[in-house]
């Protein structure tokens, strides 16, 4: 079979200090026709800067660019920009990670696909409109002819992420690349988006270069694989033979670094464990007694119940107003969580899970109801309390690096909350304490003279969580805290967590749209849908036997690979 795509020995270097810092090393690699092939690798591994390339977006100017890069006997390395404007778009297409940043918002969705059809065919207007329509329809979006007036901002991620492909599919290209085209979507909408590039691929029997992190999705959708570790491809075959018997210690480590869903385990390992054979993790003989079993389970929860609960709400209403109607965010929830519980919150995007956080935090005003913490309802207290209550409950964000500030540095960040509660007695004693803090997070004491921006995103989401437990809280809520990171990245934050609620007693509420992490973390679990609770029981229990038809499909949409 003759390859569409050839890559051979293709080199990226950037300019750094004067210098060239390469990030991708003489990797070669084809892609058939009518064939997916799966690039698996973490932030960093060369992935996206090889897929930018092949798509000739790199400035030529600045980034050195060795080896050659051929589809269909051209030599697109060798080609000028207006040269690959030809094919950019109509013959070689891309999906872009986030949806929103790669459409234009002052732009309505139907123009923004109406003006490929303009720019790489002869149709006219009235002809390509048409077509939009058709595109609209063949991904699936509803309502297609309103869709096609409104603009990016008024539509759900999942439809941006549609618009998107049937922005890419517009010229019927020979080669569609997906960078990462369902990172930031739910479990379910992934699936969807899934389901439907491999439905359109079948259909029009082009190409496809799929671009992620994660091993168990790329089971799912791609013929072949090839695995990147730091610009390097460390392997290469099916999909089936490097999921199920993969060879090197990075691709183990992809597989097992997320939770699983079989059975319960202590401490997750990570890519570092793999790589250094840490045998206290890995060995087979230690492996089962990093299992937690079920009567384990039951004693500790034993003594977590036996308590008073230390948030205890009741008909919870949370309700936003817009010039249409009357959003019920969070609609008469009703739950309590326990000192030292981890209590997991999933659902999809806008079912009221953050919303609900926020509330408890202070952030939303509650309509009605009551949030009762150590027996007080906080949600009717001034705010001179409110702010000491800010010491007792704490929140973890999404995003590390938009909630530090950019300008200060990491320690002065993670002592002022410090001053501000008047926590110790002087500035000299509150360092040491940011020390301590900082080596419990896994980093170093050089490390507090560091700004955000020198950190990696795994790095930041510690310097997150050290911010938070700097002021000892009682209670700290997980706001999609890990949705954001590689999977073994993802791994040592969890395990991170762990420790630190054992060493702290915390609790924690988790929130997330990840199924799977958050049944690992997880004592109980609540399952919401549309500002309600539809289903509220053990973590495990709610996995096993899930009673309603969301759940289930909330379950059935978490890749499990081949």
Do not use: W
């Amino acid at each position: 079979m003759k390859p569409i795509l050839k890559i051979t020995n293709l080199s990226i270097a950037f300019p750094k200090k004067n210098q060239l810092n390469e990030v991708v090393h003489k990797i070669s690699f084809d892609l058939f026709e009518n064939k997916i092939l799966g690039i698996v690798g973490e932030s960093g591994s060369g992935k996206s800067v090889t897929s930018l390339t092949i798509m000739g977006l790199l400035p030529q100017n600045t980034v050195k660019i060795n080896g050659e890069i051929l589809f269909n006997n051209i030599i697109l390395s060798q080609l000028n920009d207006k040269e690959f404007q030809q094919i950019r778009g109509k013959e070689i297409a891309m999906i872009f990670q986030e949806p929103m940043s790669s459409l234009n918002p002052s732009l309505t969705c139907g123009y923004q696909v109406l003006e490929i059809l303009l720019t790489h065919t002869n149709l006219t207007k009235k002809e390509a409109k048409k077509e939009v329509l058709k595109l609209f329809n063949q991904v699936k979006l509803p309502r297609v002819t309103e869709i096609y007036n409104q603009y990016p901002h008024q539509i759900s991620g999942g439809q941006k992420q549609r618009v998107m492909i049937a922005m890419a599919i517009a010229c019927k290209p020979k080669i569609l690349i997906a960078d990462e085209p369902t990172t930031a979507l739910d479990v379910t909408v992934q699936k969807e988006i899934i389901l439907l590039l491999k439905e359109l691929q079948q259909n029009t029997k082009m190409s496809v270069l799929f671009i992620t992190h994660d091993l168990a999705l790329i089971s799912e959708i791609a013929d072949d694989v090839l695995v990147l570790y730091k610009g390097n491809i460390v392997e290469k075959g099916s999909a089936k033979n490097v999921f199920k018997n993969p060879k090197h210690k990075y691709t183990k480590a992809l597989i097992n670094a997320k939770p699983r869903l079989d059975v319960r385990l202590r401490v997750l390992p990570t890519v570092a464990d793999y790589l250094s054979e840490n045998h206290s993790v890995l060995n087979k003989k230690n492996i089962k007694n990093n299992y937690i079993y079920p009567d384990e389970r039951n004693e500790i929860h034993k003594k977590i119940y036996a308590q008073k609960p230390l948030l205890k709400i009741s008909d919870l209403a949370t309700y936003f107003t817009t010039k249409k109607n009357v959003v019920k965010a969070v609609d008469s929830v009703s739950f309590s969580i326990y000192p030292g519980e981890t209590l997991g919150l999933v659902g999809e995007s806008g079912c009221g899970k953050t919303t609900l956080g926020r509330t408890i935090m202070g952030l939303e005003k509650a309509n009605k109801g009551s949030v009762l913490y150590k027996g007080k309802d906080i949600t009717k207290i001034s705010k001179k309390e409110r702010k000491n209550l800010a010491k007792d409950i704490q929140i973890i964000f999404q995003d590390p690096f938009s909630s530090l500030h950019p300008r200060m540095l990491v320690g002065e960040a993670i002592l002022e909350p410090m001053q501000v509660h008047n926590l110790y007695n002087s500035n000299t004693e509150r360092k040491e304490k940011v020390f301590e803090i900082l080596k419990k997070v896994g980093l170093e004491k050089k490390d507090y003279y560091k700004y955000p921006h020198e950190f990696s995103g795994g790095q930041r989401q510690r310097i997150g969580i050290a911010r938070t437990i700097a002021l000892q809280p009682k209670l700290i809520i997980c706001d999609e805290s890990v949705s954001a990171l590689d999977v073994s990245v993802q791994a040592q934050v969890l395990n991170l967590l762990n420790d630190l609620k054992t060493s702290f007693n915390f609790t924690y509420i988790f929130i997330s749209h990840d199924l799977a992490v958050v049944k690992y973390m997880s004592d109980k679990l609540i399952v919401m849908q549309t500002g309600k609770i539809v289903e509220i029981a053990d973590a495990d229990e709610i996995y096993a036997n899930p009673k309603t038809n969301y759940t289930k499909t909330l379950i059935e949409s978490i890749p499990k690979g081949i």
